[in-house]
């Protein structure tokens, strides 16, 4: 069974970090595009960062460029955001997705 399990939001002060995991379990993180994309309140679904299968090259929403860091874990079979220096703007529901295939999600709430 394919599962996505997203944890390590939260309430943070502007400037302040977080890192989100996303535990996988149905396939290789390694052999797959894996994605984490956001939703803010009353907006759409928003792409913020992939990292592609094998060599793992990464791109970024131009927002988040210098801030954020897609990486994986292919021995835990996990994928992470490294988000650093994050702004009131970042507050989003944060997913992980391979595909149309999505976790839970994960809330990151930036506020002073």
């Known amino acids: 069974e394919v599962q996505l399990v997203e944890s390590g939001g939260g309430l943070v002060q502007p400037g302040g970090s977080l890192r989100l995991s996303c535990a996988v379990s149905?396939?290789?993180?390694?052999?797959?595009?894996m994605n984490w994309f956001r939703q803010a309140p009353g907006k759409g679904l928003q792409w913020v960062s992939t990292?592609?299968?094998?060599?793992?090259?990464?791109s970024y929403l131009d927002s988040v460029k210098g801030r954020f860091t897609i990486s994986r874990d292919d021995a835990k079979n996990t994928l992470y955001l490294q988000m650093n220096n994050l702004k009131t703007e970042d507050t989003a529901m944060y997913y992980c997705?391979?595909?149309?295939?999505r976790g839970q999600g994960t809330q990151v709430t930036v506020s002073s």
């Open positions: 997705y391979e595909g149309a295939t």
């Open positions: 149905g396939f290789a993180v390694s052999n797959y595009a």
């Open positions: 990292i592609k299968s094998g060599g793992g090259g990464t």
